[in-house]
């Protein structure tokens, strides 16, 4: 090889000595450029999801508290049922109740009333019989006087 040829072989390698590092520049730029790229499209994939997740939490959310006040709802109605039968019920007892006491004192004055009838009976029959004793008395006494 001659100088020349070594000078021109020389000349080459220093070029591309220097335009080595700007190509190698230019991929490595390219290639975080991709990087970024795919990473961001990664980000905006998984803030897409998130985003669905908390529109799934969202939802749930309103349907569990739609939930509860349909609960709320049916659980006040139950208890103004049982209110409303329990006062009804009460009613009834006390109808009953009053019904019952209303017999009890008829059924009572109605004894009474009999008893005071076999009373009434019972004093005529003993001033019946007393005043027979009387008058057998009153023939006893007027015997014993006739005879002495």
């Known amino acids: ?9 020389a ?25 970024d790229e795919r990473a961001k499209k990664m980000i905006e994939a998984t803030q ?11 939802e749930s959310k309103k349907d569990t508290e739609k939930m509860i006040d349909e609960s709320k709802k049916d659980t006040e109605k139950m208890i103004e049922e049982s209110r409303k039968n329990t006062e009804k019920m ?3 007892s006390r109808k009953n109740t009053e019904k019952m006491i209303e017999e009890s004192r008829k059924n009572t ?37 006739k005879r002495v």
């Open 1 to 9: 090889m001659t100088t020349e040829t070594v000078n021109i072989l």
């Open 11 to 35: 000349l080459i390698l220093g070029v591309l000595a220097l335009i080595q590092p700007l190509i190698l520049s230019y991929f490595t730029n390219k290639l975080i450029q991709k990087e």
């Open 48 to 58: 897409k999801m998130i985003e669905a997740t908390q529109r799934m939490i969202d």
């Open 90 to 92: 009460i009613e009834e």
């Open 109 to 145: 004055e109605k004894m009474i009333e009999e008893g005071n009838k076999r009373l009434e009976k019972f004093i005529m029959e003993t001033q019946r019989m007393i005043d027979e004793g009387n008058k057998r008395l009153e023939i006893l006494l007027s015997e014993v006087i």
